[in-house]
């Protein structure tokens, strides 16, 4: 069953700019992560917030989470070449054992 | 170097024909589950294991099968195969559940079922 759902599907911009990247999901959570696909390749993790938490950064990342919307949104500040990747954001339910994923958002940076 | 490691990469094979796709992983994780991600569906579960022994079905099991008999190998078994298991498959492993921890994610093998 697919929860989250990310938007934009697709999002191209120019090198430097800002890139922000969207998740909506229908139920209550205990926490979100965001990963991160580069073509064809395996999934690596971004950042995890908790259910409790409106935001956190990484680095260039900035994450926040808004439970009464239900939506939560990934900021990539001064965006980079290598930034072109897909995007996932996975959420938990309740049970330890399985994320439910979005369909991802792809982002291209053009240089 | 800690990681997750799939073989094969790709594979092109026949329907009917039964395929392992090994998966081993050298952090100790407890947790290690397989996914296949097609076009616009995202990642979608196939089965996941919470320790040696001990497995269950994720979203879409039906025509495959796995096995934890050690804690670092989590093979994938399609005992036939067909076209609609044409994908790209990913293995990963975490500490514990995937809930609070996160996941590393092998390389992928990409499967073509002819």
């Known amino acids: 069953s697919q929860q989250g759902e990310e938007d934009p599907q697709a999002l191209s911009i120019q090198e430097g700019e800002n890139a922000t990247m969207n998740c909506s999901y229908k139920t209550s959570i205990n926490n979100l992560q965001w990963y991160r696909q580069n073509s064809g390749r395996g999934l690596v993790h971004l950042i995890l917030?908790?259910?409790n938490e409106r935001e956190k950064h990484s680095g260039r990342l900035r994450v926040t989470l808004d439970t009464s919307k239900k939506s939560s949104s990934l900021l990539i500040t001064a965006s980079r070449a290598a930034d072109t990747a897909s995007y996932f954001c996975a959420t938990s339910t309740g049970s330890n054992y399985q994320l439910i994923w979005g369909a991802g958002t792809k982002l291209i940076i053009k240089p | 170097e800690a990681q997750v490691t799939q073989n094969p990469r790709y594979l092109i094979t026949v329907t009917g024909k039964k395929l392992t796709v090994t998966c081993s992983q050298n952090m100790n994780h407890e947790y290690m589950s397989w996914y296949r991600q097609d076009p616009g569906l995202g990642l979608r579960q196939i089965y996941y294991?919470?320790?040696?022994?001990?497995?269950d079905k994720g979203d879409v099991p039906e025509g495959y099968k796995v096995s934890r008999k050690e804690k670092r190998n989590f093979p994938l078994i399609l005992e036939s195969p067909s076209p609609n298991q044409t994908s790209l498959y990913f293995c990963?492993?975490?500490?514990?559940?995937?809930?609070?921890?996160?996941?590393?994610f092998g390389p992928g093998t990409r499967l073509t079922v002819l």
């Open positions: 990963a492993s975490s500490p514990s559940g995937p809930t609070y921890n996160e996941q590393f």
């Open positions: 917030i908790r259910s």
């Open positions: 294991s919470m320790n040696v022994e001990v497995t």
